[in-house]
């Protein structure tokens, strides 16, 4: 090999590992923003990460604060001029948050006119207004997007409708967090029936938390979402969904589910319909939460397929011990019909979990016990 190969060889291993070391800061932008003043071998990693995703907007718990959503318009106005004036960036933009305050001052028609070739997620919380449905209309209809996830505060379910009306037909997975509307009713003129019907748009995730009059919407006619191969299933107070009419056929189709056993507890949330799950996921906030969840597990289909049970436990007392149950927890685990059962994973968010084994000692046993850590919920 002659010494220039191997110069070329070193410089590559040596732009590998950089770009290796430096993909552990992509949830670090102060420190990405240095990276890329570094040199230029590290600058083009570092503006992947960067750009990644961009928020536009102040964080949901400063609505209304004066001084961060100044600050919020004066990073939108910097934002908006490195993309006009460097187009480029528009290729590395991935992900997209969009905060709506009343006192943010935000040009999103202007905003929405950019093109986002590669965007595969929309996010968009906050009070919706007349005047930022259609923007946010015009950017659900970017024909990249896979998913998109709204939040906030609706007038009616007609917004609502409308704002999602021009999705683009790639999307696969849609998250309703929390929205809140007065329930009018939806009316769509006859002759426009027949090619909303034509012309679904096939969903394959949902997540639905904290929305509690969408499901009038999801049920009407005139919703332009196909949910019948839904795969993926993320509820929390709605678990009488199983029983909506939209989705009476798809429930055997879907192989993940997530629910929250404390809210599940009023209103029982029946698993023998879910015949091909694969995954089942519970968010545990309290020791209590456990029982409410083994109750749960206890109405599974006996010709079921499932592989993995995740216990995502957010708070130190959530945390199953001898003395408060695990012995018992261990025990009914086992007793499931789950012949095809590899894990039962406990994921714990805070506190780390000692001993965990000792305290299922049946799970252990088989080796089905999995410990692991995340810094959020929902990593």
Same mark, same amino acid.
């Given at each position: 090999?002659?010494?220039?190969?191997?110069?070329?060889?070193?410089?590559?291993?040596?732009?590998?590992?950089?770009?290796?070391?430096?993909?552990?800061?992509?949830?670090?932008?102060?420190?990405?923003?240095?990276?890329?003043? =570094? $040199?230029?071998? @590290? &600058?083009?990693?570092?503006?992947?990460? %960067?750009?990644?995703?961009?928020? *536009? !907007?102040?964080?949901?718990?400063?609505?209304?604060?004066?001084?961060?959503?100044?600050?919020?318009?004066?990073?939108?106005?910097?934002?908006?001029?490195?993309?006009?004036?460097?187009?480029?960036?528009?290729?590395?933009?991935?992900?997209?948050?969009?905060?709506?305050?009343?006192?943010?001052?935000?040009?999103?028609?202007?905003?929405?006119?950019?093109?986002?070739?590669?965007?595969?997620?929309?996010? =968009? $919380?906050?009070? @919706? &207004?007349?005047?930022?449905?259609?923007? %946010?209309?015009?950017?659900?209809? *970017? !024909?990249?997007?896979?998913?998109?996830?709204?939040?906030?505060?609706?007038?009616?379910?007609?917004?609502?409708?409308?704002?999602?009306?021009?999705?683009?037909?790639?999307?696969?997975?849609?998250?309703?967090?929390?929205?809140?509307?007065?329930?009018?009713?939806?009316?769509?003129?006859?002759?426009?029936?027949?090619?909303?019907?034509?012309?679904?748009?096939?969903?394959?995730?949902?997540?639905?938390?904290? $929305?509690?009059?969408?499901?009038?919407?999801?049920?009407?006619?005139?919703?332009?979402?196909?949910?019948?191969?839904?795969?993926?299933?993320?509820?929390?107070?709605?678990?009488?969904?199983?029983?909506?009419?939209?989705?009476?056929?798809?429930?055997?189709?879907?192989?993940?589910?997530?629910?929250?056993?404390?809210?599940?507890?009023?209103?029982?949330?029946?698993?023998?319909?879910?015949?091909?799950?694969?995954?089942?996921?519970?968010?545990?906030?309290?020791?209590?939460?456990?029982?409410?969840?083994?109750?749960?597990?206890?109405?599974?289909?006996?010709?079921?397929?499932?592989?993995?049970?995740?216990?995502?436990?957010?708070?130190?007392?959530?945390?199953?011990?001898?003395?408060?149950?695990?012995?018992?927890?261990?025990?009914?685990?086992?007793?499931?019909?789950?012949?095809?059962?590899?894990?039962?994973?406990?994921?714990?968010?805070?506190?780390?979990?000692?001993?965990?084994?000792?305290?299922?000692?049946?799970?252990?046993?088989?080796?089905?016990?999995?410990?692991?850590?995340?810094?959020?919920?929902?990593?």
């Amino acid at each position: 090999m002659s010494p220039s190969s191997r110069r070329d060889n070193n410089i590559f291993d040596v732009q590998e590992l950089t770009d290796y070391c430096l993909d552990f800061l992509h949830d670090s932008l102060p420190e990405l923003k240095q990276c890329a003043l =570094v $040199s230029r071998s @590290w &600058t083009k990693t570092s503006q992947l990460h %960067i750009f990644y995703h961009i928020a *536009i !907007g102040s964080p949901k718990y400063s609505y209304g604060d004066a001084t961060v959503s100044a600050a919020a318009s004066r990073r939108w106005q910097l934002l908006s001029a490195v993309l006009s004036t460097s187009p480029r960036f528009l290729d590395l933009v991935k992900s997209m948050s969009i905060f709506l305050d009343s006192a943010l001052r935000v040009d999103l028609s202007s905003f929405a006119q950019f093109a986002f070739p590669h965007l595969r997620h929309i996010s =968009v $919380s906050g009070n @919706w &207004t007349p005047l930022v449905l259609r923007p %946010i209309h015009q950017l659900f209809g *970017i !024909g990249t997007l896979s998913s998109i996830s709204i939040s906030g505060n609706f007038s009616s379910l007609d917004e609502v409708a409308g704002v999602l009306s021009g999705c683009s037909p790639t999307i696969k997975k849609l998250s309703f967090l929390s929205v809140q509307t007065h329930f009018v009713a939806l009316q769509l003129p006859s002759d426009e029936d027949d090619n909303i019907n034509k012309n679904k748009i096939e969903i394959t995730s949902l997540d639905l938390c904290w $929305s509690p009059g969408i499901h009038h919407w999801l049920n009407s006619p005139h919703c332009f979402f196909d949910f019948s191969n839904l795969k993926r299933l993320r509820l929390n107070e709605n678990t009488s969904l199983p029983s909506w009419p939209a989705f009476a056929s798809c429930i055997p189709r879907v192989e993940y589910l997530q629910f929250q056993p404390q809210l599940s507890a009023n209103q029982p949330l029946g698993l023998a319909q879910f015949t091909h799950l694969k995954c089942i996921e519970m968010l545990i906030e309290f020791r209590d939460d456990i029982a409410s969840a083994l109750k749960t597990l206890t109405t599974i289909a006996h010709t079921n397929e499932i592989q993995t049970l995740r216990f995502r436990l957010t708070h130190a007392n959530s945390i199953p011990n001898a003395e408060t149950g695990s012995v018992d927890m261990d025990r009914q685990l086992v007793a499931l019909p789950l012949p095809y059962l590899k894990t039962v994973e406990l994921v714990y968010i805070t506190s780390p979990l000692t001993n965990i084994a000792e305290n299922l000692p049946l799970l252990h046993a088989r080796k089905l016990v999995r410990v692991l850590h995340r810094r959020r919920i929902f990593d």
